[in-house]
């Protein structure tokens, strides 16, 4: 048998069409395996390639499978390193996510189709839905991420100007384009968005910012501040506490409710927390929350069987907010 141009490459063409074209329910015979190289203009026998099929096994953990269906014989490709299910959940996160560009979002979902059969990414086409997402337009939200992290990893503080959207849908910096340097500790994923949780060393607390709202960063060459405030910081209740990812004084609530309605904050506080019985089929519960308006807008929207009743500062910022926004419809 004559030699094709790029017999050099016959097995990393094997292993790129194996991929690409077969899977649990698409395989290839033996003549159209020897096809499909061809087009690549390698030649081989038959005992070459079994071989090679073997090697991807046994050598690189691509699990081949031979199956006999009739007469014919067809070999596929098993295990992937990412199943379909995999795939589309990797593909579902991207879509919701709004700290991901429609552009970047195509690019990442291109990618990701690579780790599955070209018949399996016809499926992926379908769910493919990304016009009509809210979605960042800050396309250096990567870039920042990478920065943030690199300065995680020395131990540097970070240099940055905060933006916002003006009403004629323009990014404009915060304070009049002040430069903010906080000691970055944590990326946080909540609510769709991409946060990062910093020690702001001028109000010696624990802040967060939205990272596709931060432009200009920079690795300081200062050491990080707030170890000592990040040493037992659990992410997971700094989640919990922060409605909308909003600032709010760090407070301990009690709140009443219907005993119908625990499910509710089951789901929001966790299996954590605790009830106990007032009676007439209602219970309380305290938990630490970030006061904020978002806090008090989630609580607004349970309606009318769950009340804050503790503590008497709290509840008085409730009636003061109510009843503010009662005037507006006066």
């Known amino acids: 048998m004559p030699r094709g141009a790029n017999q050099k490459f016959k097995f990393s063409y094997l292993m790129r069409i194996m991929l690409d074209k077969t899977d649990d329910e698409h395989g290839l015979t033996m003549p159209q395996i020897m096809e499909e190289l061809e087009k690549y203009d390698v030649t081989a026998e038959r005992k070459s390639i079994y071989a090679d099929l073997q090697?991807?096994?046994?050598?690189?953990?691509?699990?081949?499978i031979k199956e006999q269906i009739g007469r014919e014989t067809y070999y596929h490709v098993g295990s992937r390193e990412f199943e379909l299910a995999e795939?589309?959940?990797?593909?579902?996160?991207?879509?919701?996510?709004?700290?991901?560009?429609?552009?970047?979002?195509?690019?990442?979902?291109?990618?990701i189709k690579k780790f599955v059969s070209e018949h399996q990414a016809k499926q992926l086409q379908r769910q493919v839905f990304i016009n009509d997402r809210v979605k960042t337009m800050n396309e250096s939200v990567y870039y920042n991420v990478d920065d943030i992290h690199s300065a995680?990893?020395?131990?540097?503080?970070?240099?940055?100007?905060?933006?916002?959207?003006?009403v004629n849908k323009k990014l404009v910096p915060r304070h009049g384009g002040a430069w903010f340097v906080v000691s970055p500790w944590v990326l946080m994923?909540?609510?769709?968005?991409?946060?990062?949780?910093?020690?702001?060393?001028?109000?010696?607390?624990?802040k967060h910012y939205r990272v596709d709202k931060m432009?200009?960063?920079?690795?300081?060459?200062?050491?990080?501040d707030g170890r000592e405030e990040f040493k037992n910081f659990d992410i997971a209740e700094y989640s919990k506490a922060t409605f909308g990812m909003y600032q709010g004084k760090r407070t301990r609530v009690t709140i009443e409710l219907a005993?119908?309605?625990?499910?509710?904050?089951?789901?929001?506080?966790?299996?954590?927390?605790?009830?106990?019985k007032v009676g007439d089929g209602r219970s309380e519960l305290n938990v630490e929350v970030n006061v904020s308006l978002q806090f008090f807008g989630w609580l607004f929207s349970l309606?009318?069987?769950?009340?804050?009743t503790g503590p008497e500062e709290v509840v008085e910022q409730i009636r003061d907010v109510a009843q503010k926004f009662m005037k507006k419809y006066e």
């Open 55 to 64: 090697d991807m096994t046994d050598k690189f953990g691509i699990e081949i």
């Open 87 to 111: 795939v589309k959940l990797l593909i579902d996160a991207i879509q919701s996510s709004k700290f991901i560009t429609i552009t970047k979002s195509r690019e990442l979902i291109a990618k």
């Open 152 to 166: 995680i990893n020395q131990n540097r503080k970070i240099r940055f100007q905060y933006y916002k959207w003006d």
């Open 189 to 206: 994923w909540d609510d769709e968005n991409y946060y990062m949780i910093a020690f702001d060393d001028w109000d010696h607390r624990i």
């Open 215 to 224: 432009m200009h960063i920079s690795v300081e060459e200062t050491a990080r």
């Open 259 to 276: 005993d119908y309605m625990c499910g509710v904050f089951i789901d929001r506080f966790g299996k954590d927390i605790s009830f106990r």
């Open 303 to 308: 309606g009318d069987d769950v009340k804050v």
